[in-house]
């Protein structure tokens, strides 16, 4: 690559070559103090928001020092993708896993040997293959990257057994520097990735997880299939992921949504491998505008247009959740991100969860269960209680942005009812001696007489039968909203008991006036603010833009963004350049871009605008 002998190694080159490979002026927060602790030799762990620019963080220093960067990553299909830009932009990078045939597989072991590339992705459990040992040793190996690093901890939410084995490469290649990446991971678990990639004395960079362009909203779920599709006709051709608890449901919502005539295809581990890579091929390519998918099958997706992700069921923790939404709005643009919440769903997956055989593995589950109801249901903002969750303190009140900021929910006088809930619970503890859970406590609320309340003489304590006012469901979640608000407290363990605490005591001796939150309720139609991040741009050409986009996409068998991303395309249709040298003032184009597809571009711009074709300039 030219630019890498002109700038050289000094740190200056560290923005001329991210603006000529990569096309951008500037780099987002601690890239650049990332990169410099790479390029001084020094282990790193880095933790940095899905769409915060990971990747750079190991490919610009890649091109500045001589030498074979290895990428260790999880997904097969990620592999390609970043190859696929890669190559786009300019840069010397391949990929080896299973998906190759043997004769290019060797084409590209010979290309390794020869020291023709700057960047090698690879599986983990490829990498260390017993004959590997040797290949690793003779390829003059400078730096090693690993990706997802949140798939080496077992209190991680996806972890991967074979990511273990990656610490044996500090025995084979015990002077090369070692750069871990995530973008989920608790305190606790960024301990453990750096204890067992055995990390030197690392450089550790902590950005924050929030991403103001990602608009969080909770609906109580009622009729699914006819939430998603009104969701998704007011947002006509935008990419858009729906994640399903089921092989099943995500067949259904698929053929549900082709059946209301908007394009979307399933993706679960239950369809061939040629099923699945059409499917997401078609999607990738912007053919076809919707995925659905299961929680549990990791899709690898690299897409930075989509532009909302629907959760049909509730994940099953909050690191989960905050990657799978991390797939929308990668490019920085304005992006929406749904949850359908029903207890019915917490239900469900508490009963799967009492099947777990491991007590340690059970409990575990049940408290990142709370936590992710606990979110659902919470009135405050969105982002401040995902943030609280990674140990993150934000300032100020809230995001702005989300359901419970823009649309706060309705406060009421909820007095009456907790103090009968709360009544309950201390009645109950004085008959028996020990507690009891909230579904029991609710069955003496309401009247019920069944064999445990008859057994324990429940019947006949006064606040037997009070609750007939209200529902199950209504009750179970008030009692949310006191252990919320402190008033209750749960017990962990198999049987999560629930006490009355001391400032429930208080708020029944002292008849306090209690204000609770309204439950959530069955979503209206609301009116869509404009969010951080958009950029106003004439949409009529934005189109176009696009549809050229996506034609030399085509041509060239390689996904749409691949060519340019949406936040330039966008600047384009609204600035309006039409010679390389005005293209260049905008993020996303560099050499290389600018030398193929400038013209095209201007030309069409130039079309719009009727004022002839481009010139060269």
Known sequence: MAFMKTFGHTEPAYEATLKHAFGYDSFRPMQREIIVAAMEGKDVFALLPTGGGKSLCFQLPALLREGLTIVVSPLIALMKDQVDQLDAAGVSATYLNSSLRETEARARLRGLHEGRFRLLYVAPERLMLENWKENLRSWNVTSIAIDEAHCISEWGHDFRPEYRQISKLRDLLPDVPVIALTATATGRVRADIIEHLRLRDPSVFVSSFFRPNLRYRVEQKSGPLVQISSFVSERPGQ????????????????????????????????????????????????????????????????????????????????????????????DGLPSDCLLLFSAGDAAKQTHFIDEITDEDERQAARDQLRRMVTYAECPSCRWWNLLSYFDETPSGDGCGNCDNCTEPRETYDGTLHAQKLLSCVYRISQVTRFSTGLNHVIDVLTGSQNEKIRKWGHYQISTHGIGKDLGRAEWASLGRELIRLGLLGQAAGKFPTVAIMPEGIEALRSRRIIRLTRPLA???????????????????????????????????????????????????????????????????????????????????????????????G
Not at 275 to 297: G, H, K, M, Y
Request: hydrophobic share 40%; glycine share 8%.
């Open 239 to 330: 990419s858009g992921i729906i994640y399903c608890a089921s092989r099943a449901a995500t067949e259904r919502v698929a053929e549900a949504l082709e059946a209301r005539g908007f394009p979307a295809r399933p993706y679960h581990a239950g369809l061939t491998s040629s099923q699945r890579s059409e499917n997401q091929e078609l999607f990738i390519r912007d053919e076809v505008p919707i995925i659905c998918a299961t929680i549990a099958f990791g899709m690898g997706i690299n897409k930075p247009n989509v532009r909302w992700i629907i959760h049909h069921d509730l994940p099953k923790n909050m690191e989960g959740y905050y990657q799978e939404t991390g797939r929308a709005g990668r």
């Open 522 to 616: 069955a979503p209206a139609q609301k009116k869509r603010r404009e969010a951080p991040g958009t950029i106003a741009c004439d949409e009529v050409l934005f189109e176009r833009l696009r549809a050229l986009r996506k034609k030399m996409a085509d041509e060239r068998s390689v996904p749409a963004y691949v060519i340019l991303g949406d936040v330039t395309l966008r600047q384009m249709a609204r600035d309006l350049p039409t010679t390389p040298a005005a293209m260049a003032l905008i993020p996303g184009w560099g050499e290389k871009k600018l030398a193929q597809f400038a013209k095209e571009f201007g030309d069409e711009i130039a079309d719009y605008r009727g004022k002839g074709v481009m010139k060269d």
